[in-house]
Structures are given as C-alpha cells and as structure tokens.
C-alpha cells in the first residue's frame, strides 16, 4: 500500500474491469463493491463507486468487512453483474488487492483477468478519461442475512447443539467477525471467540490461520474445554482447524477428512476435485467411495467450474480454500471451520482419531510443501531442468509425469514431489509426499538437492 497499490492504480484496475463489464452488458450493469477491515477500506470502495459510475454502472455498497464467500453468494442471490473486493486475505497488513468475481459469483478466469488488463492498457495508451459524476446513484447491500441463512441450510447445527461440544472461534481480526460465532450461539453452541475486534494491523502479522499464529484461541480452548478450533484469514476464504490437544491439522487432511464425512452423511457420490499440489489421500479416498477424480491445476477458480457444473460434492486445495456442491464457486473459509465442528459432533471422535481411521482404510499419506529462494543463476538452471522428464528421482522409478501445473512426478512407490515456480519472485515451491514420516524425510531432502544440484 502506498508504493503499488496507490488511489491512482486502483482507479486505473477499477476503470478496467469497468469496462470489462460494461463489454458484457453495456447498460443497466449492477457491481458489488465490498472489503476486508483492512486500512482505508471505506475509502477504497468509495473510490471504486464513482469510478463505476462513471461507466454508467450501479455500484451495490457493502458499508461493512464481509467475507469473501459471502460477497460471492451476494453476486448469485442479487443477480449482479460481478464484485469488486478490496482485500489482500491472508497476506501481511501492508498489502492490498482487489479481487474480482464475475457474475456467477465464481473467480475471474484467464480469459476475463487477460480481457480486463487490455482495457487498462487500452486506457493508459489513449489517456480518454470520463466526465466526473456530480453524485454516485449506489445501492446498499448487506450480504450477512442471505448468507448466514445458506449456511443453516448447509450445516447440521442441531447435531453440533445436541453433541455438548465447545467451540472457539478465531477470525483473526478478519472479515468473518459475527459470521461462525454468531451461527454457533443462535444455535445453543458454547462457542468463545479470539481476536473479535477491528486491527487493520492483524495483530502485527499476516491474518492466516496457520499453525504458528493460533497459539491465543489454543490457550482458549484449554481454558474452556473446547474440543474444536476454527480460525480463518483476513477475508474468510481460508481455514485453519486445531484439534481437541491442540494439534493443528494440516488442510490437506481437512479436505480429505469432509470428503469421506459428505459421502457418508449425505450421500453424494458425483465426484471430487483437488489441485495437483493436494494430498494423494483423496485419490485414494476416491478410488475407495468409487468417486470420479479431478485434477486440477493451481488456483481455486479451476475447481469453481466444476462446482458450477456440478461435477463434484467437495473441492479443496492443500492452502486451505474449500466448497462444496450447490455452493458457492469460490473458496469458504467459514463454511468449512462449520462443517469440521459438525463432523465431530456427529463422529464423537476428535479429528486425529478421524485420520488415523482413514489412514487404515486407505493407507498412510504425509505431505509437507516447502519454499526455496533461488539465485538468478539457479533460477534459470532450474526453469531449464523442470522442461525435462526425468525417468528416475531419489532412487526410484518415476511412473508419471504430470504438467497439469509446474512438474510433479509420481514415484513408483506411490510417493510424489511437485515443483512450482512463483510468478512474482524468484522462490519455487517444493510439495512432497510419502507414506510415513521416514520416507517423507527423505523424498523432502532429495526434491530440496534436486533444485540446487
């Protein structure tokens, strides 16, 4: 903020996907403009009102923080034309984004993102500019009621009530305050929330709900005998889950872990979608249910065409986004910290309980990703050795090559690694997986030499 995301640049973004919509429906447009609690959000989104009004589009206000999957679900219920979201989600505090869904209330695919660049291009070259607009004619939209009301059609509240169990919630300052919380108590849950006020500095860190910054609702939970904590990031896309003991459990194992508990309680059997960086646990629940698989690239929006189709009952990827069928086509952070509170209640098993019950249906699986910083001179060595097929790593046999999305070889003893380079700055991502914790040390040490060799 302030550097490259200034008042000018979000005009400019702004203006583009302006004239984006506007290319799709020239009038009678409607747009919802929304944020996170992030600094200068209200002005933000004031900014991004009058630029839309002066494409002659309705902007549809949000005046406060909502989650992202509430404002995707807002763009179904109200028929708009697309969103606009000022939000960074689990990114440090210094930075912003802008997010936008186009009308199906999914993520703009690479078709629309590449449309929307060449009208801000065509803009900057022919620097046209639009008449001001003496008074922004918007329309105030509050997504809550509509969205909390799905979730109740959704999750199963009286099993949670009826269980006994204690919640704590943590929305680490983010956008999903009164969303998990309030659902819980209007159903009788005892549920205590963490960090439940407005910090546009998210504590001092990024607000992602991983392992190392959960440490206040742990201490919550042992104070009040909860049995379950859900947290999720700045905007609610993301979830973080932690165990009765205080184990935080790893989101590849909490997609895995509500695939198997929607086949059993609600039946769906019309397939499943994970991106090529996610456990191979769910291929083999997959095979186990006899449920078709898909395999999709990085970046929730793939696995949101397939919820849109109705392809799949569950979509995850291994960085904590998830939905479900009939659901909205972007990724629910609240939606799932719900669902894992319903699936203890009904299972009365804490979730490690749970995985190590999959774990002996299925088999074992341990994935870990890792992150390697690289020289300008590693940098080009690696981009030139991940276009090649190798036919053996860390002593055994490759048996696939997959480029769904970077380089991931599949090992003839079922174990895998993934290669993926960052498109904004010289780091490749390692995601590995083996059958035990011995194997998985090992894979890790051999896709860490194989980099920089």
Known sequence: MADEFTFANVCRAVDGIARYVVSQKPTGARVIVGRDPRF???TLISIASEVLARHGITPLLIAEPAPTPAISYAVIQAKADGAINFTASHNPPEYNGIKFSTSDGAPALPEVTKAVEAAIASADSSQSTLPPVNKVDSEPLDPKPGYLARLREIVDFDVIKKSGIKVVFDPLWGAARGYSDELLREAGVPVATVHDHRDVLFGGHAPEPDDHLLEEMRARMRDTGAVIGIATDGDADRFGIVDTDGTFLQPNYVIALLFDYLVETRGWKNGVAKSVATTNLINALARHHDVPLYETPVGFKYIGELIKQDKILIGGEESAGLSIRGHVPEKDGVLAGLLCCEMVARRGASLSAQLQALFAEVGSFYPIRENFRLTNDVQQKFTDKVRLDPA????????????????????????????????????????????????????????????FE
């Open 392 to 451: 053996e790593f860390a002593g055994h046999k490759v048996q696939e090559v997959v480029r769904k999305d970077g380089l991931k070889l599949v090992l003839d003893d079922g174990s895998w690694v993934c290669y993926r380079l960052s498109g904004t700055e010289p780091v490749v991502r390692a995601y590995t997986e083996a059958g035990s914790h011995a194997a998985l040390e090992k894979l890790s040490a051999a896709a860490k030499v194989w980099i």
């Open 40 to 42: 200068l959000g209200e």
